[in-house]
Protein backbone atom coordinates (compact mmCIF):
# COMPACT_ATOMS: atom_id res chain seq x y z
CA UNK A 1 0.00 0.00 0.00
CA UNK A 2 1.05 3.73 -0.77
CA UNK A 3 2.09 5.91 2.16
CA UNK A 4 0.25 9.22 2.63
CA UNK A 5 2.81 10.91 1.28
CA UNK A 6 3.34 9.17 -1.83
CA UNK A 7 -0.24 8.66 -2.72
CA UNK A 8 -0.35 12.65 -2.26
CA UNK A 9 2.04 13.26 -4.75
CA UNK A 10 -0.20 10.81 -6.88
CA UNK A 11 -3.12 13.02 -5.86
CA UNK A 12 -1.01 15.91 -7.63
CA UNK A 13 -0.17 14.81 -10.22
CA UNK A 14 -3.85 13.59 -11.56
CA UNK A 15 -4.76 16.97 -10.58
CA UNK A 16 -1.91 18.51 -12.97
CA UNK A 17 -3.09 16.22 -15.49
CA UNK A 18 -6.66 17.95 -15.19
CA UNK A 19 -5.40 21.36 -15.15
CA UNK A 20 -3.49 20.30 -18.35
CA UNK A 21 -6.53 19.15 -20.11
CA UNK A 22 -8.38 22.34 -19.45
CA UNK A 23 -6.02 24.66 -20.48
CA UNK A 24 -5.82 23.06 -23.47
CA UNK A 25 -9.31 23.38 -24.16
CA UNK A 26 -9.13 27.19 -23.17
CA UNK A 27 -5.99 27.75 -25.60
CA UNK A 28 -7.86 25.61 -28.68
CA UNK A 29 -11.38 28.09 -27.76
CA UNK A 30 -9.04 31.24 -28.00
CA UNK A 31 -7.35 30.08 -31.23
CA UNK A 32 -10.79 31.04 -32.79
CA UNK A 33 -10.17 34.59 -31.83
CA UNK A 34 -6.91 34.92 -32.49
CA UNK A 35 -5.84 38.27 -33.52
CA UNK A 36 -9.53 40.06 -33.15
CA UNK A 37 -10.20 42.46 -30.79
CA UNK A 38 -13.78 43.76 -31.63
CA UNK A 39 -16.87 43.74 -29.02
CA UNK A 40 -17.93 40.01 -30.33
CA UNK A 41 -14.57 38.86 -29.94
CA UNK A 42 -13.65 40.36 -26.30
CA UNK A 43 -16.83 38.66 -25.29
CA UNK A 44 -16.25 35.76 -26.76
CA UNK A 45 -12.80 35.19 -24.75
CA UNK A 46 -14.29 36.48 -21.27
CA UNK A 47 -16.87 33.90 -21.96
CA UNK A 48 -13.54 31.08 -22.71
CA UNK A 49 -12.20 31.93 -19.13
CA UNK A 50 -15.36 31.65 -17.41
CA UNK A 51 -16.00 28.17 -19.22
CA UNK A 52 -12.52 26.82 -18.55
CA UNK A 53 -11.86 26.61 -15.30
CA UNK A 54 -11.57 23.25 -13.90
CA UNK A 55 -13.85 24.01 -10.77
CA UNK A 56 -16.39 25.37 -13.16
CA UNK A 57 -16.75 22.19 -15.23
CA UNK A 58 -16.42 20.13 -12.38
CA UNK A 59 -19.66 22.16 -10.84
CA UNK A 60 -21.79 22.17 -13.94
CA UNK A 61 -21.25 18.72 -14.92
CA UNK A 62 -22.50 17.52 -10.94
CA UNK A 63 -25.60 19.43 -12.51
CA UNK A 64 -26.17 17.37 -15.95
CA UNK A 65 -27.36 14.32 -14.50
CA UNK A 66 -29.86 14.34 -16.98
CA UNK A 67 -27.29 13.49 -19.59
CA UNK A 68 -25.59 10.40 -21.43
CA UNK A 69 -22.57 10.23 -22.80
CA UNK A 70 -22.83 7.78 -26.00
CA UNK A 71 -21.36 6.79 -29.35
CA UNK A 72 -24.94 5.40 -30.52
CA UNK A 73 -28.00 7.76 -30.08
CA UNK A 74 -31.33 7.64 -29.83
CA UNK A 75 -31.90 11.18 -30.68
CA UNK A 76 -30.90 11.35 -33.95
CA UNK A 77 -33.66 9.34 -34.88
CA UNK A 78 -35.93 11.00 -33.49
CA UNK A 79 -35.11 14.27 -30.92
CA UNK A 80 -38.17 13.44 -28.85
CA UNK A 81 -36.39 10.43 -27.40
CA UNK A 82 -35.72 10.32 -23.57
CA UNK A 83 -32.61 8.79 -22.47
CA UNK A 84 -34.01 7.45 -19.49
CA UNK A 85 -36.58 5.48 -21.83
CA UNK A 86 -34.77 4.49 -24.75
CA UNK A 87 -30.94 2.82 -25.07
CA UNK A 88 -27.90 4.50 -26.10
CA UNK A 89 -24.62 2.56 -26.38
CA UNK A 90 -21.55 3.92 -25.66
CA UNK A 91 -18.98 0.74 -27.79
CA UNK A 92 -15.95 0.34 -27.70
CA UNK A 93 -14.64 0.86 -31.60
CA UNK A 94 -12.08 -1.59 -31.35
CA UNK A 95 -14.59 -4.50 -30.18
CA UNK A 96 -16.77 -4.44 -33.46
CA UNK A 97 -16.26 -6.69 -35.78
CA UNK A 98 -14.39 -5.65 -39.05
CA UNK A 99 -16.24 -5.11 -42.28
CA UNK A 100 -15.26 -4.02 -45.38
CA UNK A 101 -18.30 -1.63 -45.70
CA UNK A 102 -17.29 1.77 -44.13
CA UNK A 103 -18.53 2.12 -39.88
CA UNK A 104 -17.44 2.97 -36.61
CA UNK A 105 -15.36 0.28 -35.88
CA UNK A 106 -12.88 2.21 -38.11
CA UNK A 107 -12.70 4.47 -35.66
CA UNK A 108 -10.19 4.80 -32.31
CA UNK A 109 -11.74 4.55 -29.32
CA UNK A 110 -7.85 6.18 -27.51
CA UNK A 111 -10.00 9.42 -29.23
CA UNK A 112 -12.48 11.35 -27.15
CA UNK A 113 -15.23 10.28 -29.89
CA UNK A 114 -18.42 9.94 -27.82
CA UNK A 115 -20.82 12.55 -27.91
CA UNK A 116 -23.29 14.13 -24.48
CA UNK A 117 -27.49 13.57 -25.29
CA UNK A 118 -30.14 13.60 -23.45
CA UNK A 119 -30.85 17.39 -22.15
CA UNK A 120 -30.01 19.81 -24.28
CA UNK A 121 -29.55 22.83 -21.91
CA UNK A 122 -26.60 20.62 -20.05
CA UNK A 123 -25.30 18.97 -23.54
CA UNK A 124 -21.81 21.32 -23.29
CA UNK A 125 -21.40 21.03 -19.58
CA UNK A 126 -21.83 17.15 -20.35
CA UNK A 127 -19.20 17.24 -22.98
CA UNK A 128 -16.71 19.08 -21.03
CA UNK A 129 -17.19 16.97 -18.14
CA UNK A 130 -16.71 14.11 -20.52
CA UNK A 131 -13.74 15.10 -22.46
CA UNK A 132 -12.22 15.81 -18.83
CA UNK A 133 -13.18 12.33 -17.28
CA UNK A 134 -11.84 11.05 -20.58
CA UNK A 135 -8.08 12.27 -19.81
CA UNK A 136 -5.26 9.30 -19.17
CA UNK A 137 -3.58 9.24 -15.87
CA UNK A 138 -1.57 5.76 -16.22
CA UNK A 139 -2.79 4.34 -18.83
CA UNK A 140 -6.50 4.19 -17.27
CA UNK A 141 -9.18 6.94 -17.58
CA UNK A 142 -9.98 9.74 -15.31
CA UNK A 143 -13.87 8.50 -15.40
CA UNK A 144 -12.52 4.53 -14.83
CA UNK A 145 -9.82 5.66 -11.53
CA UNK A 146 -13.14 7.53 -9.99
CA UNK A 147 -15.56 4.27 -10.82
CA UNK A 148 -12.99 2.08 -9.06
CA UNK A 149 -13.22 4.94 -6.50
CA UNK A 150 -9.52 5.23 -6.51
CA UNK A 151 -8.42 7.52 -3.34
CA UNK A 152 -6.10 9.24 -5.54
CA UNK A 153 -8.40 10.45 -8.01
CA UNK A 154 -10.96 11.56 -5.66
CA UNK A 155 -8.49 13.34 -3.48
CA UNK A 156 -7.59 15.21 -6.85
CA UNK A 157 -11.37 16.86 -7.55
CA UNK A 158 -10.10 19.10 -5.00
CA UNK A 159 -12.62 18.91 -2.21
CA UNK A 160 -12.89 17.46 1.55
CA UNK A 161 -12.50 14.04 1.76
CA UNK A 162 -16.32 13.41 2.53
CA UNK A 163 -17.20 16.25 -0.56
CA UNK A 164 -14.85 14.79 -2.41
CA UNK A 165 -16.46 11.71 -2.66
CA UNK A 166 -20.01 12.64 -3.46
CA UNK A 167 -18.74 14.64 -6.19
CA UNK A 168 -16.77 11.67 -7.46
CA UNK A 169 -20.14 9.67 -7.52
CA UNK A 170 -22.27 12.75 -9.09
CA UNK A 171 -20.21 13.33 -11.95
CA UNK A 172 -19.34 9.46 -12.95
CA UNK A 173 -23.12 9.12 -12.71
CA UNK A 174 -22.66 10.93 -16.82
CA UNK A 175 -21.15 7.64 -17.57
CA UNK A 176 -23.47 5.01 -16.67
CA UNK A 177 -26.21 4.03 -18.78
CA UNK A 178 -29.26 5.96 -18.56
CA UNK A 179 -31.63 3.32 -19.85
CA UNK A 180 -31.06 -0.39 -17.90
CA UNK A 181 -32.28 -2.86 -20.17
CA UNK A 182 -32.94 -2.91 -23.58
CA UNK A 183 -35.63 -0.65 -25.28
CA UNK A 184 -36.67 1.36 -28.14
CA UNK A 185 -40.51 3.62 -28.69
CA UNK A 186 -42.71 3.93 -31.02
CA UNK A 187 -41.17 6.95 -32.43
CA UNK A 188 -37.73 5.22 -33.13
CA UNK A 189 -37.26 3.09 -36.29
CA UNK A 190 -38.35 -0.62 -35.99
CA UNK A 191 -36.82 -3.16 -38.82
CA UNK A 192 -38.11 -6.71 -39.04
CA UNK A 193 -35.24 -8.42 -39.98
CA UNK A 194 -35.22 -12.27 -41.32
CA UNK A 195 -33.13 -13.95 -38.87
CA UNK A 196 -34.43 -17.73 -40.00
CA UNK A 197 -34.75 -19.56 -43.12
CA UNK A 198 -39.36 -18.83 -43.52
CA UNK A 199 -40.38 -15.65 -44.77
CA UNK A 200 -43.56 -16.57 -43.86
CA UNK A 201 -42.76 -17.25 -40.49
CA UNK A 202 -43.56 -14.75 -38.06
CA UNK A 203 -40.98 -16.89 -35.77
CA UNK A 204 -38.01 -16.28 -38.21
CA UNK A 205 -37.41 -12.23 -38.31
CA UNK A 206 -36.31 -10.43 -35.60
CA UNK A 207 -36.87 -6.77 -34.45
CA UNK A 208 -33.91 -4.34 -35.30
CA UNK A 209 -34.15 -0.89 -33.79
CA UNK A 210 -31.24 1.11 -35.61
CA UNK A 211 -29.50 4.00 -33.63
CA UNK A 212 -27.60 6.70 -35.07
CA UNK A 213 -23.81 6.52 -35.46
CA UNK A 214 -22.83 9.86 -33.34
CA UNK A 215 -19.10 9.09 -33.46
CA UNK A 216 -19.20 8.22 -36.99
CA UNK A 217 -20.85 10.74 -38.58
CA UNK A 218 -19.24 13.43 -36.64
CA UNK A 219 -15.86 12.12 -38.13
CA UNK A 220 -17.03 12.15 -41.37
CA UNK A 221 -18.03 15.90 -41.05
CA UNK A 222 -14.74 17.10 -39.65
CA UNK A 223 -13.38 15.42 -42.56
CA UNK A 224 -15.66 16.88 -45.24
CA UNK A 225 -16.65 19.99 -44.38
CA UNK A 226 -12.80 21.60 -44.29
CA UNK A 227 -12.10 20.00 -47.29
CA UNK A 228 -15.34 21.28 -49.44
CA UNK A 229 -15.15 24.84 -47.97
CA UNK A 230 -11.55 25.38 -47.69
CA UNK A 231 -9.85 28.44 -48.99
CA UNK A 232 -8.23 26.34 -51.76
CA UNK A 233 -11.14 24.55 -52.37
CA UNK A 234 -13.49 27.40 -53.31
CA UNK A 235 -10.37 29.36 -55.15
CA UNK A 236 -10.51 26.03 -57.31
CA UNK A 237 -14.16 25.98 -57.67
CA UNK A 238 -14.17 29.40 -58.79
CA UNK A 239 -11.83 29.01 -61.10
CA UNK A 240 -13.64 25.89 -62.57
CA UNK A 241 -16.75 28.21 -62.62
CA UNK A 242 -14.61 31.14 -64.41
CA UNK A 243 -12.92 29.00 -67.45
CA UNK A 244 -9.90 29.59 -65.25
CA UNK A 245 -7.11 27.57 -64.74
CA UNK A 246 -6.36 26.61 -61.35
CA UNK A 247 -2.66 25.22 -59.56
CA UNK A 248 -4.69 22.86 -57.63
CA UNK A 249 -7.50 20.25 -58.60
CA UNK A 250 -10.52 20.90 -56.06
CA UNK A 251 -12.18 17.96 -54.17
CA UNK A 252 -15.77 17.03 -54.32
CA UNK A 253 -18.37 14.51 -53.62
CA UNK A 254 -21.28 13.84 -55.83
CA UNK A 255 -24.48 13.66 -55.40
CA UNK A 256 -24.29 14.19 -51.72
CA UNK A 257 -27.24 15.96 -49.16
CA UNK A 258 -27.03 17.69 -46.06
CA UNK A 259 -29.92 16.58 -43.26
CA UNK A 260 -30.58 19.41 -40.70
CA UNK A 261 -31.13 17.62 -37.18
CA UNK A 262 -32.61 19.67 -34.88
CA UNK A 263 -34.11 22.75 -36.43
CA UNK A 264 -33.32 26.14 -34.77
CA UNK A 265 -32.22 23.90 -31.53
CA UNK A 266 -29.58 21.91 -32.63
CA UNK A 267 -28.62 21.35 -29.02
CA UNK A 268 -31.60 19.10 -28.33
CA UNK A 269 -30.03 16.61 -30.52
CA UNK A 270 -26.65 16.40 -28.54
CA UNK A 271 -23.54 18.58 -28.12
CA UNK A 272 -21.48 17.37 -31.15
CA UNK A 273 -25.31 18.20 -33.82
CA UNK A 274 -24.98 21.54 -32.28
CA UNK A 275 -21.25 22.07 -32.68
CA UNK A 276 -22.03 21.49 -36.57
CA UNK A 277 -25.08 23.68 -36.41
CA UNK A 278 -27.40 20.78 -37.00
CA UNK A 279 -25.51 19.88 -39.99
CA UNK A 280 -25.26 16.10 -41.17
CA UNK A 281 -23.74 15.35 -44.50
CA UNK A 282 -25.37 12.39 -46.45
CA UNK A 283 -23.02 10.27 -48.90
CA UNK A 284 -24.32 9.17 -52.11
CA UNK A 285 -25.67 5.22 -51.37
CA UNK A 286 -26.57 4.95 -54.95
CA UNK A 287 -27.19 0.99 -55.96
CA UNK A 288 -24.41 -0.89 -57.60
CA UNK A 289 -24.28 -0.72 -61.50
CA UNK A 290 -25.31 -3.85 -61.83
CA UNK A 291 -28.74 -3.01 -60.00
CA UNK A 292 -28.84 0.01 -62.73
CA UNK A 293 -31.30 -0.59 -65.65
CA UNK A 294 -29.52 -1.06 -69.13
CA UNK A 295 -31.88 1.20 -70.78
CA UNK A 296 -29.98 4.83 -70.44
CA UNK A 297 -30.94 6.42 -74.09
CA UNK A 298 -27.29 6.06 -75.28
CA UNK A 299 -26.94 8.46 -78.31
CA UNK A 300 -25.41 5.78 -80.67
CA UNK A 301 -23.97 7.16 -84.02
CA UNK A 302 -26.30 10.43 -82.98
CA UNK A 303 -24.57 13.84 -83.36
CA UNK A 304 -27.13 14.91 -80.89
CA UNK A 305 -28.98 13.35 -77.31
CA UNK A 306 -31.87 15.74 -78.40
CA UNK A 307 -32.33 13.96 -82.12
CA UNK A 308 -33.12 10.60 -80.12
CA UNK A 309 -32.09 9.49 -77.33
CA UNK A 310 -33.19 12.43 -74.73
CA UNK A 311 -36.35 12.78 -76.28
CA UNK A 312 -37.77 9.19 -76.54
CA UNK A 313 -37.89 8.93 -73.00
CA UNK A 314 -41.27 8.20 -71.90
CA UNK A 315 -41.59 11.48 -69.14
CA UNK A 316 -39.89 13.60 -72.01
CA UNK A 317 -41.79 12.26 -74.40
CA UNK A 318 -45.36 12.56 -72.32
CA UNK A 319 -44.94 15.80 -71.02
CA UNK A 320 -44.07 17.05 -73.92
CA UNK A 321 -47.52 15.79 -76.09
CA UNK A 322 -49.50 16.94 -73.38
CA UNK A 323 -47.59 20.79 -73.45
CA UNK A 324 -48.17 20.93 -77.49
CA UNK A 325 -51.61 19.65 -77.27
CA UNK A 326 -52.24 22.75 -74.31
CA UNK A 327 -50.68 25.11 -76.77
CA UNK A 328 -52.69 24.14 -79.41
CA UNK A 329 -55.79 24.98 -77.61
CA UNK A 330 -54.57 28.82 -78.29
CA UNK A 331 -54.58 29.87 -74.29
CA UNK A 332 -54.79 32.90 -73.05
CA UNK A 333 -51.81 35.07 -72.10
CA UNK A 334 -52.31 35.25 -69.01
CA UNK A 335 -50.62 34.38 -65.67
CA UNK A 336 -51.82 30.94 -65.23
CA UNK A 337 -50.90 30.34 -68.77
CA UNK A 338 -47.48 31.97 -68.16
CA UNK A 339 -47.37 29.66 -64.78
CA UNK A 340 -48.02 26.67 -66.75
CA UNK A 341 -45.38 27.23 -69.25
CA UNK A 342 -42.71 27.67 -66.61
CA UNK A 343 -43.82 24.36 -64.68
CA UNK A 344 -43.46 22.59 -68.13
CA UNK A 345 -39.89 24.25 -68.56
CA UNK A 346 -39.00 23.64 -65.22
CA UNK A 347 -40.19 19.76 -65.36
CA UNK A 348 -38.24 19.25 -68.54
CA UNK A 349 -35.04 20.96 -67.37
CA UNK A 350 -35.32 18.45 -64.31
CA UNK A 351 -35.63 15.43 -66.47
CA UNK A 352 -32.82 17.13 -68.56
CA UNK A 353 -30.45 16.79 -65.54
CA UNK A 354 -31.51 13.35 -64.36
CA UNK A 355 -30.52 12.36 -68.12
CA UNK A 356 -27.31 14.02 -68.23
CA UNK A 357 -26.62 12.67 -64.99
CA UNK A 358 -27.32 8.92 -66.06
CA UNK A 359 -24.69 9.76 -68.64
CA UNK A 360 -21.98 11.37 -66.39
CA UNK A 361 -22.13 8.57 -64.70
CA UNK A 362 -20.35 6.25 -67.16
CA UNK A 363 -16.75 5.67 -67.22
CA UNK A 364 -14.40 8.46 -67.86
CA UNK A 365 -14.05 8.45 -71.48
CA UNK A 366 -16.96 6.68 -72.97
CA UNK A 367 -17.53 8.96 -75.94
CA UNK A 368 -14.12 8.05 -77.03
CA UNK A 369 -16.14 4.97 -78.60
CA UNK A 370 -16.37 4.95 -82.11
CA UNK A 371 -20.20 5.10 -81.56
CA UNK A 372 -19.85 8.30 -80.55
CA UNK A 373 -18.23 10.23 -82.57
CA UNK A 374 -20.44 11.95 -84.28
CA UNK A 375 -22.04 13.22 -81.36
CA UNK A 376 -21.50 17.40 -81.03
CA UNK A 377 -18.21 18.29 -79.63
CA UNK A 378 -20.56 20.29 -76.54
CA UNK A 379 -22.23 17.75 -75.62
CA UNK A 380 -19.40 15.21 -75.65
CA UNK A 381 -17.80 17.79 -73.32
CA UNK A 382 -21.31 18.53 -71.24
CA UNK A 383 -21.83 14.83 -70.72
CA UNK A 384 -18.60 13.35 -70.59
CA UNK A 385 -16.60 15.70 -68.05
CA UNK A 386 -14.57 13.08 -66.27
CA UNK A 387 -12.81 12.47 -69.77
CA UNK A 388 -10.70 16.26 -69.00
CA UNK A 389 -9.21 14.17 -66.10
CA UNK A 390 -7.73 11.59 -68.45
CA UNK A 391 -4.04 12.36 -69.24
CA UNK A 392 -3.58 12.17 -72.43
CA UNK A 393 -6.68 14.45 -73.18
CA UNK A 394 -4.87 17.82 -72.71
CA UNK A 395 -7.02 19.60 -75.64
CA UNK A 396 -10.65 17.91 -74.52
CA UNK A 397 -9.89 19.42 -71.01
CA UNK A 398 -9.08 22.63 -72.59
CA UNK A 399 -12.11 22.78 -74.15
CA UNK A 400 -13.76 22.03 -71.18
CA UNK A 401 -12.14 24.79 -69.58
CA UNK A 402 -13.31 27.09 -71.73
CA UNK A 403 -16.89 27.27 -70.65
CA UNK A 404 -18.11 27.79 -73.66
CA UNK A 405 -20.23 24.29 -74.25
CA UNK A 406 -23.19 25.10 -71.35
CA UNK A 407 -24.16 27.96 -74.09
CA UNK A 408 -23.64 25.95 -77.26
CA UNK A 409 -25.93 22.58 -75.31
CA UNK A 410 -28.45 25.74 -74.14
CA UNK A 411 -28.93 26.39 -77.87
CA UNK A 412 -28.79 22.99 -78.84
CA UNK A 413 -31.66 22.26 -76.50
CA UNK A 414 -33.44 25.26 -77.55
CA UNK A 415 -33.94 24.42 -81.18
CA UNK A 416 -35.09 20.40 -80.13
CA UNK A 417 -37.64 22.26 -77.97
CA UNK A 418 -38.76 24.50 -80.93
CA UNK A 419 -39.46 22.01 -83.25
CA UNK A 420 -41.02 19.62 -80.52
CA UNK A 421 -43.46 22.25 -80.02
CA UNK A 422 -43.80 23.13 -83.75
CA UNK A 423 -43.12 26.68 -82.89
CA UNK A 424 -46.10 27.64 -80.76
CA UNK A 425 -43.67 28.43 -78.09
CA UNK A 426 -40.80 30.04 -79.53
CA UNK A 427 -37.80 29.98 -77.32
CA UNK A 428 -34.93 31.79 -78.32
CA UNK A 429 -31.46 33.44 -76.73
CA UNK A 430 -32.97 34.70 -73.77
CA UNK A 431 -34.28 30.95 -72.53
CA UNK A 432 -30.93 29.69 -73.95
CA UNK A 433 -29.06 31.88 -71.89
CA UNK A 434 -31.06 30.74 -68.60
CA UNK A 435 -30.52 27.32 -69.42
CA UNK A 436 -26.84 28.02 -69.53
CA UNK A 437 -26.86 29.45 -66.44
CA UNK A 438 -28.89 26.19 -64.83
CA UNK A 439 -26.02 24.11 -66.70
CA UNK A 440 -23.52 26.33 -64.98
CA UNK A 441 -25.16 26.36 -61.38
CA UNK A 442 -26.23 22.72 -61.01
CA UNK A 443 -23.36 20.63 -59.50
CA UNK A 444 -24.12 17.48 -61.24
CA UNK A 445 -23.63 18.75 -64.63
CA UNK A 446 -19.73 19.66 -63.46
CA UNK A 447 -18.44 16.62 -61.56
CA UNK A 448 -15.13 16.81 -62.36
CA UNK A 449 -11.81 17.22 -59.90
CA UNK A 450 -8.97 16.44 -62.61
CA UNK A 451 -10.30 19.52 -65.21
CA UNK A 452 -10.17 22.16 -62.81
Same mark, same amino acid.
Given at each position: ???????????????????????????????????????????????????????????????????????????????????????????????????????????????????????????????????????????????????????????????????????????????????????????????????????????????????????????????????????????????????????? *??????????????????????????????????????????????????????????????????????????????????????????????????????????????????????????????????????????????????????????????????????????????????????????????????????????? *?
Amino acid at each position: MENKEESTERSQRIRQTMQAHVASRLAKALAKWDGKNDAMARQAIVAAHEKYQLAAILEKGRKANGMTIATHTTKGIHPDLKIKHTTNLAVCFEELPTLDELGSHVLNSQESLADATGDGAYNASAYELYLLLDCKVEGATLGALLQSSDADAVSALGHEPVEAEQVAEEIVFLLENKCVKPATHALGKQIYWLSGTNPSSDKDYCLLAPLYPASLVHQAYLQIHPTRYGLKNLAARKARRDGNVHEC *AYEEYPDWALQKMGGTKPQNVSHLNSERRGDNYLLSSLPPPAWKTNQRYLPLHANSVFERAFGTRRTVRGAVKTFLAFLLTDPEPNRPTRQKVDNFLDSLIDELIVYAGELQSQPAGWTLDKRYENLALPEKLWLDPQRAAMSDEGEFAQHWLRQEWPTQVGKRFAHWLNAQLQGKLPVGDAEAREWQRVLLSDESFMVTGGA *A
